[in-house]
Each structure stands twice: as structure tokens, then as C-alpha cells.
């Protein structure tokens, strides 16, 4: 048997009263209770009590609470008074809410031998609250806060609790806070800067202390536009805009006014010979407008942990500004102190665009991590785009990936007899990943600038290396030819190099990879008496892929000689051909052919056959 009552109370109109507005207006208040009782082959009676309580309160402050104290600047200065013209300071929050929930369980079971278990009974409180402002037009913080206790000592007494507001024994707290800040003073750069912090507290109540963990993240962008630069002091003027202009407008007033059209068609021929003069400023403004906006981001994170911490935790600590809580941890935590996680990442990225059809795009990252562990055993690593060279991957440097697309190639000799349309892709990325272990003591800090001098110093603290070279694909190209069969061809190869103490290992890859497509629409039109004419309408795709792979792994255990460890090559052919009739039948077929030789299995043939056919049935 089950029996169960809901009930909410929530104010449905808006009242014009200001105190009862803010107050009862945004208030809701609900209340349920369900009894359970059941039975089964084990239990001959199941009970189940659940009651639960929820009250919550949120108010909207509304966007216009604020006030333009630099309002009077666009007067005095010049090109950017209007951005400090619209400088505003919100002097109210822009919302608050809070949340209150009671829950109050209580379980027990009865076996058929008369056997009552023990009681299972949890009385909980759970409490939330959230404040967002927007300081200005550009900074907003938001602030989170909630909290988790037990009041099974209140049991049967949970309205002394509310009228003492007693919030029982505190189990688990956390706090977040949140900041962004996107100021647009300049249109050619666009910062984006955002701080958050995340605080954890939990008590177990069985141990002495408490568990407290902290997540930090800083990060920023910066979007720079090198053509919006040169046009803050010299923008060309656009004389194409302007023939056609007068253009249009001569035309509809040429029988009315002949020798204005004379003289705007003297001034435009005049406009045109002065620009084809030689000018240093046109120059540049042509040259900056085929880079795209350069992006640069940072970002910063730190998370940390201790154990059994005993005390009241800084206000600074939580929120990121002490690095250091300072305060005693039970013996209880024992070597299990906590944990010390940061990692720093940096990048910038942009491109080129050398004519309408040849676009490059490079991308440069570079990351850091270190680790401290309980025990105190810190291991860094680090990650970077890197161009190698050499046979052991021994020289190089830190060099940005890139990817670069030519379309507009079905113009090109030949391949303007074959194809519609045609464009040529060449991409490389590459990586170095170096990863340090230290016991005894803690190295000087790793940063951007100094990494060279680390890698060198603390070679024999080095752990493992990584490096990779790859070029997928190395070069590609798409064609779509005539009654829409559309080619695809790719040439990848890869080559990784690990590292370790005990020797190495160069894996290489090659891949050679082709698509072709052929896609036939059509139908039929039949007759049918007192119907009219059924139309059919049917689709018919013939795909077929060749594909070859060759891969080679290399081992040395003194990193001077090499032997092969493992190889393998790979083929396959494979069709498939796929069709739809009407709406309601659609299927296909497949057939593969594979090859393969490895230095393991020796040669091997597969063949796979398949087919599929699909009726949608409606009714």
C-alpha cells in the first residue's frame, strides 16, 4: 500500500505593493509526505516514510541599476571619449536566490520469522545560494554557496530546529566564485580575462579533521586584428564603390545633368591615377589585411587537496590568493596529506590568406604541468609544437603546425579536362612531450622562456621523451568530376620517437588513401486507373575505397643502432553500393578484400560480403 500528499504554495499575481513585491511575490513554500508499505517472499512487512521540505526565494534586480559617471568625457577627448561615454556602474546585483530543502527518511524491515531490522533513519538539510553582479559593462562576478548537515538528533523535533535556526552538524560546504572581465577600449584588440574558484569542505564524522580541496583557473584571450591597426591612420578609399555609384545615379539623370556626370567621371579618373601611384601606407594596409586576427590565450590551473585538516580554513585559501592554508592536519591523515596539481597553457594562432583560393593557418601551443603527490614526490612534464629532424629526431625546434588549402585548381592543365571543381590540402603537426621525476628535492621553476636551460640541467632526471613528426596528409586532393562522382585521395606519414632510460623506439607510418563516390537520382511515374499517376522516386550510391598502410617499429637498446622490432603491411579494396526506393524500401551491399603481412601473423586474406535491406511499415 502507498499513500502520499504534495502541496506548494506560491503567490500567483504580482502585487504593486514595493514590501510585498520583493517579498511574498518571490517566495514558494511545498511540502509532500509518502508512506510505503509493502511485503514480498523474504520481508513480511516493508515500511518506508519519506518527508520533505522546500522553501526558496529569488528576486530579479532588473538591468537598468546604473548610473554613466563618465558620461561628460566624450567632450575632452577625442576617438575614444565615446567608449568612456558608455562606461556604466551597476549600483544593485543583477539577481539573488536562495534554497532551502529538508528531507527526513526513515526505513525498517520485518522478516516472516518475526525478525525487525534495524531503524534506517537520516534527517538532512541541504542549503544553497547565489548572488550575480555586474559591477560594470565589462566585469561581472557571480557568487555560489551550499552547504549539507544532519539532524537526526532533532528527530521528532524538527520544528524546535527551524525555530532555533539550528542547522545541525555540518557534513559538506562549497563555495565558488566567479569573475570575467571583457573591456572593449580599442576595436583592433579584444581582450577576454576570467578568474573562478572552486572550494570544497567534508567531514566524514568518523575521523578527527576535515577534507579540503581548492580549483583555481585563470584564463585570457586576446584577439588582435592587424588591419584594424594601420586603419586608425590610413584607410584607402574604395573607388569601385563609389563608379558605381555615380555610375547608377548618372544613369537615371543623364538627360537632366550631362556636365555633372562629366566632371564625377574627370574626378573618379583622377582618383584612380592618384592610387596607382606608389604609396608605403596602401602598401602596408594590403599586406596587414591578408592576415587573420591573431588569438592568444593563457590559461592557469591549480588544483589542491588536503586531509584531515583541523581549523578554520583562510578566507585567501579558498579563494586563491594565499597559497598556503597553514594549519595542522590529524595524525590521522597519516602520509595522505594531499595533492598539488598546475598546469599553465599558452597559444596563439592565426593565418594567411595570399589570395582568394591559397589560405594558411598556423597554430603554436605550448603547455606545462607539475604534480606533487602525499607523498612528495613532484614529477613535471611538458608539451610543445615542435619540428624535428634527423634520424634519432636529435635536432630541431619549437615550430608552429600549420595547414594550408589551394582550391581553385580544376583550372590547372588536365585536370580542367576531368573535374568540376578540385582543391589541393597539406597539413603538419608535430609535438615534444618530456615528462621529470624528482624525490629528494624540488627544481627551479619551468616556464617559457627558461626551458631550454631545464631540459639541460636535469637531462638525468628525465623519465620519458615523446616526439612526433606528422603529416596527415602530407598531400590531399578533393575532386568533384562530371555526373557527380566526387574523388578523394590521401598521402599521410607519421613518425614517433619514445624515449626511456632503458633505450628507444621510432615507430613509422605511412598510409595511402583513396575515396570514390557515385551518387544517380531517378524514378519511374506509373499509371494506375481511377488513381492517377504513383510516382517513385529512387536513390542509387556506388562508393569504392582503396586503402594501403605500411608501418614499421624500430628499437634500439643503446640509442645508436636500430633493428626492426615489428612490421606490417596492410591493403584493402572494398565496394559498397547503397539504394533508396521511394520512402518506405532502402538496403545495400558491401564487398571487401583485404591483405596483410606481419612480422607475427605472416600473410593473411580476408574477404567480407554483407547486405542489408530496410522496409519502413506505417499504419
Do not use: C
Not at 186 to 215: H, M
Not at 287 to 304: A, F, V
Not at 377 to 404: C, I, T, V
Not at 423 to 437: D, F, I, M, V
Request: aromatic share 12%; no cysteine; proline share 4%.
Amino acid at each position: 500500500s502507498q499513500a502520499s500528499i504534495n502541496t506548494t504554495l506560491r503567490k500567483s499575481g504580482k502585487s504593486d505593493n514595493r514590501i510585498i513585491k520583493y517579498t511574498l511575490d518571490n517566495m514558494s513554500l511545498s511540502f509532500s509526505a509518502s508512506q510505503v508499505q509493502s511485503s514480498d517472499v523474504t520481508y513480511k512487512n516493508k515500511w518506508s516514510e519519506n518527508y520533505t521540505g522546500r522553501f526558496s526565494y529569488s528576486i530579479p534586480f532588473g538591468r537598468n541599476n546604473y548610473i554613466k559617471p563618465l558620461n561628460w568625457v566624450s567632450n575632452f577627448i577625442p576617438f575614444i571619449g565615446e567608449t568612456f561615454n558608455d562606461f556604466q556602474i551597476f549600483y544593485m546585483p543583477s539577481s539573488f536566490n536562495t534554497n532551502l530543502n529538508l528531507n527526513e527518511k526513515l526505513t525498517w524491515n520485518e522478516t516472516r520469522t518475526n525478525v525487525k531490522s534495524p531503524e534506517t533513519y537520516n534527517f538532512g538539510l541541504d542549503r544553497s545560494m547565489n548572488l550575480d553582479y555586474k559591477l560594470t559593462n565589462n566585469i561581472s562576478a557571480k557568487y555560489a554557496w551550499g552547504a549539507q548537515s544532519k539532524l537526526n538528533e532533532f528527530r521528532g523535533y524538527a520544528w524546535t530546529a527551524l525555530r532555533d535556526l539550528d542547522p545541525g552538524i555540518l557534513t559538506q560546504s562549497t563555495e565558488s566564485f566567479n569573475t570575467t572581465f571583457n573591456p572593449s577600449i580599442l576595436k583592433w584588440l579584444k581582450p577576454s580575462l576570467n578568474y573562478s574558484a572552486n572550494y570544497r569542505w567534508s567531514d566524514d564524522l568518523t575521523r578527527e579533521g576535515q577534507n579540503i580541496s581548492t580549483q583555481l583557473r585563470f584564463g585570457s584571450n586576446f584577439s588582435l586584428t592587424p588591419v584594424q591597426i594601420i586603419e586608425l591612420v590610413y584607410k584607402p578609399k574604395t573607388i569601385s564603390r563609389n563608379r558605381s555609384s555615380n555610375q547608377s545615379r548618372n544613369s537615371r539623370t543623364r538627360s537632366r545633368n550631362r556636365s555633372r556626370n562629366n566632371n564625377s567621371e574627370k574626378e573618379i579618373e583622377k582618383e584612380k591615377q592618384n592610387t596607382m601611384k606608389l604609396n608605403p601606407l596602401l602598401l602596408v594596409h594590403g599586406i596587414l589585411k591578408k592576415i587573420n586576427p591573431i588569438s592568444l590565450s593563457y590559461t592557469e590551473n591549480l588544483n589542491r587537496s588536503a586531509n584531515q585538516v583541523i581549523g578554520e580554513v583562510p578566507i585567501g585559501y579558498k579563494f586563491g590568493w594565499i597559497p598556503e592554508h597553514g594549519l595542522k592536519q590529524s595524525f590521522e591523515a597519516g602520509s595522505n596529506l594531499g595533492s598539488w596539481d598546475h598546469k599553465r597553457d599558452g597559444s596563439i594562432r592565426s593565418g594567411i590568406k595570399l589570395t582568394r583560393s591559397i589560405n594558411i593557418n598556423t597554430n603554436f601551443s605550448q603547455n606545462f604541468t607539475t604534480t606533487i603527490s602525499s607523498s612528495g614526490l613532484e614529477q613535471l612534464s611538458m608539451s610543445r609544437d615542435y619540428f624535428a629532424l634527423g634520424k634519432f629526431f636529435n635536432e630541431g625546434l619549437p615550430f608552429p603546425g600549420w595547414s594550408f588549402r589551394i582550391s581553385g585548381i580544376e583550372k590547372w592543365p588536365i585536370i580542367k579536362w576531368l573535374a568540376k571543381s578540385a582543391s589541393l590540402e597539406h597539413s603538419y603537426s608535430g609535438k615534444e612531450t618530456r615528462s621529470w621525476q624528482f624525490e629528494d628535492f624540488s627544481p627551479e621553476k619551468m616556464n617559457f622562456i627558461n626551458f631550454g636551460s631545464f631540459s639541460e640541467d636535469y637531462k638525468s632526471y628525465e623519465r620519458n621523451l615523446r616526439i612526433n613528426r606528422n603529416f596527415s596528409p602530407i598531400l590531399g586532393m578533393n575532386m568533384t568530376l562530371k555526373k557527380n562522382i566526387s574523388v578523394t585521395l590521401r598521402h599521410n606519414r607519421n613518425k614517433t620517437l619514445d624515449e626511456s632510460p632503458t633505450g628507444l623506439t621510432i615507430q613509422n607510418d605511412n598510409s595511402y588513401t583513396s575515396t570514390g563516390t557515385y551518387t544517380h537520382r531517378g524514378g519511374m511515374t506509373i499509371p494506375i486507373p481511377f488513381y492517377g499517376d504513383l510516382k517513385l522516386n529512387n536513390t542509387m550510391s556506388f562508393t569504392l575505397n582503396l586503402d594501403l598502410n605500411e608501418s614499421v617499429e624500430e628499437r634500439s637498446g643503446d640509442k645508436i643502432e636500430l633493428e626492426v622490432g615489428s612490421f606490417s603491411e596492410a591493403w584493402k579494396a572494398g565496394l559498397r553500393v547503397s539504394y533508396q526506393f521511394s520512402t518506405k524500401v532502402s538496403g545495400g551491399f558491401r564487398y571487401e578484400y583485404r591483405e596483410s603481412d606481419t612480422r607475427t601473423t605472416g600473410r593473411k586474406i580476408d574477404r567480407d560480403f554483407g547486405f542489408d535491406v530496410n522496409l519502413a511499415i506505417s499504419g
